[in-house]
């Protein structure tokens, strides 16, 4: 079957089968920013927000998300324009082997979207669902909140 | 220079001035990674190779038997399959998978396939094809009858008479098959016994740690590909480049020179992959095909078939005076290898080399062991290899001793712990697998981390308080540890820097970054020696071809003994540099100094004479003598286009008697809930001293990352077994590590000691931070409810039945 996704702001049509989930309909697309580990929905790396909500695409049939609009970190900023999340995470030393980075940047961006100033709490609740198993995570969560901080820093000029 | 955030307490004090090293400058690779780049191997495969063959593994259903027969013709006859490979088709060359040193230290007892199954999920055969569904397809058409045989399915039975055999064809290197003994160690210093009994006060316990396994979030990973010259490319998720080449190259009777190894960005090893997994099926693969293949572990694959820690049962006897000084220390270890005898020795000999020496005040002291064969999944090298079993049951065990006596842990520790200028003879009795190297402390910052530790934790107010809210009881603990910079006198790194017209370098290097940033810290170390920010070096990383020699990412190696040849080489093409400035300048240079080998090789405390004559500056070479100045591009295009051309290049490498331990203080506040057992971590203080900490985010990195790890190790992470020996957990799902929320808040503090034997004063930081919170936590459990558990994880359960049993 066909579909048609917007990934990143571009609009995309896709042959899948009924059976096939985003994750690996993506990554055949070339979006090979969007990582999987477990195929179950255990461990957040594969998230990417469909509509702006995070959601495991190892999990997510593509044929559901027809019409619908699909952002992956890469969406958010890339190497020459990073957002200020991917910069707070570098800047924090809050990526070692980075292979969660791409859920858990994308999650964070659906929690400040949201939520402009979240406390430490909410932080770890939001993306509770990415695992990291290099960092501890605590560089994670600075590098959130400081990423929220610069953001109202531009917002409010 | 003392630098203090919530959570990171960093002390820099009397260390030589730098201007990179020091700094917490970004990962060189940062940018890549935090924007989904794709440099995985997985993403390399998907975008390079789009129609490679996918390979799949068929795991033996049976803990132990003979395949009696394997019938592949209705796996070969569906469409899209390529190859099925089985002991039939394969290579039958023994080897070890254990990705080490050469001679290898681990027995050879792995082949590609055999008859025999070992363990539930051993290798029985392996198809590639065109995609991962005809693949799996085929892996069920594969018709397989086995003679199943009895299987030892515990460790304490491997030994008995009469137990079955898991390697009756008695494997080269291995100790003593006929008895499932992989390796064995016994090493003595003194009269262990005779101290032992001759002591005022004793002390014997057992403690037991289990099965765990490293989870990187990316499985293992390789592909394998023939290039239009005929040269077979591995791009593999490695830790270890150099060593699947050797290896691969020995199962496939190869050339190394028709072998190339390439490592991209790997997502977490651990220790996981310093092992030859798969490399060597792709790889064969590639070459019965002419496709490029591709295999990629699923995640239940890679708890179940990749590798593990070692379970250890270890039996720890001190002995001492009533006033705690120490005089005997006595350790036997039960290690459990599993199905394959990978890294059995020589993490069974870290479980005391790397404890043992910590308390060098006793005299008597004899470290033996025995690990052994079961029909289980594989142990092999996980963070802390050894050291963090071993620590387990030591710092508990002295934990218990010093309620027996009536002391302060703390104190008890401090009036026995090994102190700069001091030795200890296990240095140099044992070493990883064989004899070891002497070695003499020459920095420490152990009181400090004591003291900064326990105040940070609170410990004065709060041991043996026991707080108490409803059925909600809190305690404090505490734990030393000290590990190692690399493997003295065997690990070898090597570097190669070359000089641009522009003024800028090109490190290469054959250290792994495995996500560590080792990159990133070796770039800073040769911008410090050359006097240029880490951005005016480019760095390229783990290409056999391409990069020099390097032992690869193991051993809290990297820092020290990768950093050491970027050190030596940096020196060597900064003198050559100078070199041309004297020319330049007009001015004097004794050959000799530029000449000679830039020595770093033992104490590199030691003035380098040549800076009395220049000095780099920015992009600048200054002359002491005169302060004139000439730019590093103008020597470059001098000598690369103008007068007495010549490359200014150099290659060095480093191997050192030394490995000088990092030291670690760990404390923990736990609370335990009567009702139910669960022990939740309240505060958790990890205090280290790694030598100068060449970037401290990236060491604060490391010390909360192997420590959110150990929590998880201590907590809640476990296989668990069917009566068949199969694991009946191998998913993220049912194995928990630890989230966001589960993460206790953890206080890092890291006081910096100049180590006169390390690159730029730097000793090794990544493994030590795990060994800490099972005897720290085990501890504060005791320091609130007065009940030892002598067995990990602290589950509720286990917790619970000891809290019922004590109230017997």
Not at chain 1, 49 to 68: E, F, K, Q, Y
Not at chain 2, 4 to 17: D, M, N, Q, S, Y
Not at chain 2, 95 to 123: C, H, I, K, L
Not at chain 2, 165 to 179: Q, R, T
């Amino acid at each position: 079957m066909r579909i048609s996704i917007t990934v990143n702001g571009a609009q995309c049509a896709l042959d899948v089968d009924p059976g096939d989930v985003l994750l690996d309909v993506l990554r055949g697309a070339d979006y090979l920013e969007v990582k999987g580990t477990c195929h179950a929905g255990d461990c957040g790396a594969c998230t990417v927000l469909v509509d702006g909500h995070p959601v495991a695409s190892c999990l997510t049939l593509a044929a559901r998300v027809d019409g619908h609009s699909v952002t992956t970190v890469r969406g958010i900023g890339d190497g020459t324009h990073p957002h200020p999340l991917q910069k707070a995470f570098v800047e924090n030393g809050a990526a070692q082997c980075g292979y969660c980075i791409p859920g858990a940047i994308v999650s964070a961006k659906a929690l400040l979207d949201e939520n402009p100033e979240p406390t430490e709490d909410e932080v770890r609740l939001a993306m509770d669902a990415n695992y990291c198993r290099c960092t501890g995570y605590e560089q994670q969560i600075e590098a959130v909140l400081d990423a929220a901080e610069q953001l109202r820093k531009e917002g409010h000029r | 220079m003392s630098d203090h955030v919530k959570g990171f307490r960093h002390t820099a004090e009397g260390l030589p001035l730098t201007h990179v090293v020091g700094t917490s400058v970004d990962k060189i690779d940062g940018y890549s990674l935090v924007s989904g780049a794709p440099v995985y191997t997985d993403d390399i495969a998907a975008r390079e190779f789009p129609h490679r063959l996918h390979g799949k593994i068929l795991g033996s259903p049976i803990p132990q038997g003979m395949i009696t027969s394997i019938d592949t013709s209705s796996a070969e006859e569906l469409p899209g399959v390529h190859l099925v490979l089985t002991f039939k088709n394969t290579p039958r060359t023994f080897y070890t998978t254990a990705g080490q040193g050469w001679p290898e230290p681990s027995p050879y007892d792995n082949q590609m396939f055999t008859e025999r199954v070992r363990f539930v999920g051993d290798r029985v055969a392996a198809v590639f094809a065109d995609t991962v569904e005809a693949a799996e397809e085929a892996l069920h058409r594969i018709k397989v009858t086995y003679q199943e045989e009895p299987a030892v399915l515990d460790a304490s039975d491997a030994m008995k008479p009469g137990a079955p055999l898991v390697h009756p064809e008695n494997p080269k290197g291995a100790y003593d098959p006929a008895h499932n003994v992989a390796a064995h160690v016994d090493v003595a210093v003194g009269d262990v016994d005779a101290a032992l009994a001759a002591s005022e006060v004793t002390i014997a316990e057992t403690f037991e740690t289990h099965y765990a396994q490293h989870v990187p979030m990316e499985t293992h990973t390789s592909l394998a590909y023939v290039d239009d010259t005929g040269k077979l490319t591995i791009v593999s998720s490695t830790q270890v480049p150099w060593h699947v080449r050797r290896i691969v190259s020995r199962i496939l009777g190869m050339p190394m020179s028709k072998l190339r190894v390439i490592k991209p960005r790997i997502g977490g090893g651990f220790g996981a992959k310093q092992e030859i997994l798969i490399d060597d099926l792709v790889a064969y693969a590639a070459l019965r095909t002419g496709l490029p293949c591709e295999i990629e572990l699923t995640r239940k694959e890679e708890f179940i078939a990749s590798r593990t820690r070692h379970p250890m049962k270890i039996d720890m006897s001190i002995g001492c005076d009533t006033a705690g000084h120490f005089k005997a220390l006595k350790m036997y270890v039960l290690s459990n290898t599993g199905a394959y005898g990978s890294h059995s020795l020589t993490v069974m000999s870290n479980t005391g080399s790397k404890t043992l020496p910590l308390y060098n005040k006793a005299n008597d002291v004899r470290f033996y062991g025995d690990a052994v064969y079961t029909n289980l999944p594989v142990p092999g090298a996980y963070r802390g290899y050894g050291a963090t079993q071993g620590y387990a049951a030591l710092e508990t065990t002295i934990d218990d001793l010093a309620a027996k006596l009536h002391m302060d842990p703390i104190e008890l520790r401090t009036m026995n712990m090994i102190q700069v200028g001091e030795g200890s003879p296990i240095f140099e009795a044992l070493g990883e697998g064989r004899q070891g190297v002497a070695q003499t402390i020459k920095s420490s910052s152990l009181p400090e981390l004591l003291a900064l530790g326990a105040q940070a934790i609170g410990w004065q107010e709060k041991r043996g308080k026991r707080a108490r809210v409803g059925h909600k009881v809190r305690g404090v603990g505490m734990s030393m540890h000290m590990q190692g910079s690399g493997i003295p006198l065997i690990d070898m790194g090597a570097a190669s820097m070359k000089l641009n017209e522009d003024g800028t370098y090109f490190l290469a290097v054959g250290a792994t970054d495995i996500g560590t940033g080792s990159d990133t810290i070796l770039t800073q170390m040769a911008a410090e020696i050359l006097g240029v920010s880490a951005d005016m070096i480019s760095t390229l990383s783990s290409d056999t071809d391409l990069t020099p020699f390097d032992v690869g990412a193991y051993a809290s190696s990297t820092t020290f003994v990768s950093g050491g040849a970027v050190v030596k080489a940096a020196k060597a093409i900064r003198n050559q540099i100078f070199s041309v400035a004297a020319e330049v300048l007009g001015e004097e240079l004794d050959p000799m100094l530029v000449m000679s080998d830039p020595k770093v090789e033992g104490d590199n405390d030691q003035p380098d004479p040549i800076l009395s004559f220049y000095r780099m500056d920015d992009g600048y070479v200054v002359s002491v003598r005169s302060g004139r100045r000439v730019s590093v591009s103008e020597i470059a295009y001098r000598a690369y286009y103008e007068v007495g051309q010549h490359q200014i290049a150099s290659t060095q490498s480093f191997v050192s008697p030394y490995s000088p331990p990092p030291f670690a203080a760990h404390f923990a506040e736990v609370e335990v809930d009567d009702l139910t057992g669960k022990v939740t971590v309240v505060n958790y203080v990890a205090a280290v001293d790694c030598g100068v900490s060449i970037n401290p985010n990236l060491v604060r990195g490391q010390v909360v990352g192997a420590v959110a790890n150990g929590i998880g190790f201590a907590l809640t992470e476990e296989y668990h077994f069917s009566a068949r020996g199969a694991m009946t957990n191998p998913s993220l799902f049912d194995y928990k590590i630890l989230s966001r929320r589960d993460m206790p808040p953890v206080q890092v503090i890291v006081v910096d000691n100049y180590e006169p034997t390390g690159p730029l004063g730097a000793k090794s930081v990544a493994e030590i931070g795990i060994n800490g919170p099972i005897p720290a936590i085990g501890n504060a459990i005791f320091d609130a409810t007065g009940v030892r558990l002598h067995r990990s994880p602290y589950t509720p359960e286990r917790v619970l039945n000891a809290l019922r049993e004590a109230q017997k």
